[in-house]
């Protein structure tokens, strides 16, 4: 059985960010990821800017890619009442399908091994772990960080509680041809049920993301029909499926979107990203996060590995403090904001007072966003 310091389950912006960091400390990695890049993925493809020093800390950089560099945020009511607002650190845009594999090829080039399948258990005695894949492969490790994404069989196999409970949310994505839409926005516009956001990529689509909750789609049961039925009511949407043409074939769409409280650390694996805990769309930070929880995670291993003093219980306890502290005001902040944005009257009322004080719509974004991650 093969043996590593670290082995990190699923490889998103978590896990690539975790091998990356982890290598550079001269650690031996091994990454199971069970889908092959690069590949498409549900997500609004806005990433905030605070990633930037630290990735190029990590050998990478955003600005090779034809990244769209994006400064203002639009915000609409489901009537069409919007705002704008410049976005104090401003983010990216860039499509999950060239960012992942970015850091994939970054881990290719320092000899970072991978292994392309699902794995179905993690297994902790003696001090020690076992990773197993659905083919039978086996791998162990002193260390594993949990970097699998929002849900996944191994948060059943983990007996995880927020997977008992059923979610009301669903994520929708695809890209589209557009001419018209300016290059430095991120719009973010609210239909009944739920809201979308509109950017631009590196290839010059526009990516269309929206997250609506069950109880408004299961109306019309159909992507196609709930755009032209539901989200095209809210008027900039409506100019934008009417003119817009779509690049996918189909849109991607995933299920059971949670934004439950989740466990840092479970039966002693490190939780990173997603799989630590899911922030509200609207405020375009979970990538920002899951690159950010993966730095702290990888630190706190470090110490862990080379440190005698620091042992297991006090590295578990020291990230779970660190999480929360960089990140628990941030998710309670985004909760509240949803709540508001998908509330017909509240939204209105809301984006009415943000339209007579700009200041109040800049803090409002800062709550919900980091410093620069360094
Ligand atoms: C509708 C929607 C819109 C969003 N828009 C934005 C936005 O504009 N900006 C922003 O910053 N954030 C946004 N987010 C959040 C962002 O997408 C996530 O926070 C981010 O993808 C988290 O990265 P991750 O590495 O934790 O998880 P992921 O990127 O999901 O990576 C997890 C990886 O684990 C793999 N995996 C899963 N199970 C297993 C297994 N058993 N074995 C092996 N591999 C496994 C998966 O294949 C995957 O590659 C959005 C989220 C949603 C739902």
């Known amino acids: 059985m093969e043996y590593f310091d670290v082995i990190i389950v699923g490889g998103g912006l978590a896990g690539l960010t975790a091998a990356l960091h982890l290598e550079q400390y001269g650690h031996a990695v091994l990454v199971c990821e069970k889908q092959q890049y690069p590949h498409h993925k549900v997500c609004g493809e806005y990433v905030s800017a605070e990633v930037v020093p630290y990735l190029k800390k990590l050998g990478i950089s955003l600005d090779t890619t034809n990244t769209v560099s994006i400064d203002t945020l639009q ?20 499509s999950r399908y060239a960012l992942d594999n970015l850091l994939y090829e970054a881990a290719l080039e320092r000899n970072i091994p ?21 083919s039978g492969d086996t791998f162990s490790a002193k260390m594993v960080i949990g970097a699998y994404g929002k849900r996944s069989n191994l948060d059943k196999h983990l007996d995880r509680p ?17 001419q018209d839409f300016p290059d430095n926005l991120v719009a973010l516009h609210t239909f009944e049920g739920g809201y979308g956001g509109l950017s631009r990529t590196e290839t010059g689509a526009v990516n269309f993301c929206y997250l609506v909750s069950y109880s408004s789609f299961r109306r019309e049961n159909d992507v196609h029909r709930f755009n032209e039925n539901v989200v095209a009511k809210n008027p900039f949407l409506g100019a934008f499926l009417e003119d817009a043409e779509p ?30 805990g899911l922030i509200h769309p609207l405020c375009g930070n979970g990538m920002a996060m899951a690159i950010h929880s993966a ?42 904001l949803q709540s508001l944005l998908i509330n017909r009257e509240l939204s209105h009322i809301a ?6 004080s700009p200041r109040l719509l800049r803090y409002l974004i800062k709550q919900t966003h980091g410093k620069p991650i360094l």
């Open 75 to 94: 915000l609409s009511t489901v009537s069409g009442k919007s705002i704008k607002g410049k976005l104090p650190l401003g983010g990216k845009g860039i």
């Open 114 to 134: 991978f292994v392309f399948g699902n794995v179905t258990a993690i297994q902790f005695a003696d001090d020690l772990f076992q990773v197993r894949t659905a």
């Open 162 to 178: 927020f997977f008992r409970k059923k979610s009301r949310w669903l994520g929708i994505k695809a890209h589209y041809a557009y």
């Open 247 to 276: 690049l996918f074939k189909e849109p991607l769409a995933i299920a059971q979107v949670s934004f439950e409280k989740k466990e840092t650390v479970k039966e002693h694996v490190i939780m990173c990203g997603d799989t630590a």
């Open 295 to 336: 730095k702290l995670a990888s630190e706190q291993i470090h110490l862990y590995l080379t440190d005698s003093t620091f042992d297991r219980g006090i590295m578990e306890k020291r990230y779970t403090a660190l999480w929360k502290n960089n990140f628990g005001y941030r998710l309670w902040m985004g909760r509240q």
């Open 351 to 356: 984006l009415g007072l943000a339209t007579r």
